[in-house]
Structure formats: C-alpha cells, structure tokens
C-alpha cells in the first residue's frame, strides 16, 4: 500500500503538504525539521526529522528524546541523544512511502532544502 493510497489526494491537491521548515545547520545526516499536513486525514506531522546521507533522504515521524530518572535526556555510547518514537507505521513500506511523499513535498515548498 503507498501513503496516497492511505491518504488519498484532496480537493487535487497532494497527500501530503510541507507546511514549514527549518535547517539544522551542519548534524551530520541531519538536514533539518519539517513540519507536514495530511490534509485527508486533516492531520499535521510536526517537527519531523529530515535526514540526507548522500545515499538517501528521508523524513522520520516525530520522536521526543528518552529521559532518566532525573529527567534529563540519556545518551548512547556515543554521547549521542537518544529518541524515542512518538508515531510509527503499521509496516516499513507505508513508512517508507511516507517518508518519500513528505520529501517530494519538502522539495516543493523548499527546492533548496538540501543544499542544492
């Protein structure tokens, strides 16, 4: 199943609507946050993560970082925040499609988004 087929077009508009962006400024793959409306569902998806390895792009659903007992974030061994999700997907491919309707849609309101 593909996300237009789970969120089927609207009033000829796309599935899927980049509403905001904002660049991260130089973490590794990470690009920056986005924030999507679906607008069949009459949903919006914000502050997703937008990740470019030069491989492969792709958007991740909201996450809040994992916390201790203190409540402050925890790290892995890398010293690096680790994430909870906050919404997942039911498989890899509705994820997957998702994630390329949401890039599709970042380009459109943000052709520079990647850097070029």
């Known amino acids: ?3 237009p087929a789970l969120v089927p077009r609207h009033d000829d508009g796309p599935s899927i609507a980049c509403l905001a962006f904002r660049p991260a400024g130089g ?3 990470l690009v920056g946050h ?3 409306h679906l607008p069949r569902v009459r949903m919006r998806l914000l502050n997703c993560a937008v990740f470019d390895t030069g491989q492969a792009r792709w958007v991740g659903l ?3 970082p994992q916390l201790d007992a203190d409540r402050r974030a ?3 061994s890398d010293g690096k925040t680790i994430y909870r999700p906050c919404l997942e ?3 890899p491919q509705l994820a997957r499609a998702f994630s390329d309707a ?3 849609a970042l380009l459109r309101y943000r052709p520079d988004a990647f850097g070029g």
């Open 27 to 29: 973490h590794g793959a």
């Open 34 to 36: 986005g924030d999507f």
């Open 74 to 76: 925890r790290t892995g």
């Open 1 to 3: 199943m593909s996300i």
């Open 102 to 104: 949401a890039i599709d």
């Open 89 to 91: 997907f039911d498989d």
């Open 62 to 64: 909201p996450s809040a």
